[in-house]
T-cell receptor, first 114, second 113 residues
Framework: DQQVKQNSPSLSVQEGRISILNCDYTNSMFDYFLWYKKYPAEGPTFLISISSIKDKNEDGRFTVFLNKSAKHLSLHIVPSQPGDSAVYFC?????????????FGAGTRLAVHP | DTGVSQNPRHKITKRGQNVTFRCDPISEHNRLYWYRQTLGQGPEFLTYFQNEAQLEKSRLLSDRFSAERPKGSFSTLEIQRTEQGDSAMYLCADYAGGIDGYTFGSGTRLTVV
């Protein structure tokens, strides 16, 4: 039962253009959604988040959009830079037993070409 | 505050051997998580500690797996009688509160041959 899905394993974008990474979820009880970025041989690092009661959150070149009715969120990176090349994980925060934990999607590998 | 440290970074072991990984979280953070990441997948939750108490174990954690967090500081994850399917990246994270409060270590990559 994959509660968080990233259906695109990879994405290739030209430098300066927009990168759009997508994520779908099934559990309407998630209260926050997060995006993590992962470089090889490093752990995931936090990028941006959005509350389930919001539909947009922006931080510099990164914007996350949430469509609750469709159970879909997306991460927009504008303009894309070669240093953005990494694996991006969508994660949802669930709460059970009084504590929270993250449930991750399979990730999308973004390659930004000069 | 030097981040979450995991040792070893890489471990190659023969099938059937026991292995132990260590995670040193950022001091004073009382919540600690273990995740496992296999090729082409995202991190999957394994277990969670609040101080020294292990509060949840995923069904992914078979009887061959055991985790401890003595004194609520560092944590160890032991795998007994390793199998090739145990080959994965094992990630530790601590939690400082808030939405962005998870800090992941660089992980231990286990290869079972």
């Amino acid at each position: 039962d994959q509660q968080v899905k990233q259906n695109s394993p990879s994405l290739s974008v030209q430098e300066g253009r927009i990168s759009i990474l997508n994520c779908d979820y099934t559990n309407s009880m998630f209260d926050y959604f997060l995006w993590y970025k992962k470089y090889p041989a490093e752990g995931p690092t936090f990028l941006i988040s959005i509350s389930s009661i919001k539909d947009k959150n922006e931080d510099g070149r990164f914007t996350v959009f949430l469509n609750k009715s469709a159970k879909h969120l997306s991460l927009h990176i504008v303009p894309s830079q070669p240093g953005d090349s990494a694996v991006y994980f969508c994660a949802a925060r669930g709460i059970s037993g009084g504590y929270n934990k993250l449930i991750f999607g399979a990730g999308t590998r973004l390659a930004v070409h000069p | 505050d030097t981040g979450v440290s995991q040792n070893p970074r890489h471990k190659i072991t023969k099938r059937g051997q026991n292995v132990t990984f260590r995670c040193d979280p950022i001091s004073e953070h009382n919540r600690l998580y273990w995740y496992r990441q296999t090729l082409g997948q995202g991190p999957e939750f394994l277990t969670y500690f609040q101080n020294e108490a292990q509060l949840e174990k995923s069904r992914l954690l078979s009887d061959r797996f055991s985790a401890e967090r003595p004194k609520g500081s560092f944590s160890t994850l032991e795998i007994q009688r390793t199998e090739q399917g145990d080959s994965a990246m094992y990630l530790c994270a601590d939690y400082a509160g808030g939405i962005d409060g998870y800090t992941f270590g660089s992980g231990t990559r286990l290869t079972v041959v």
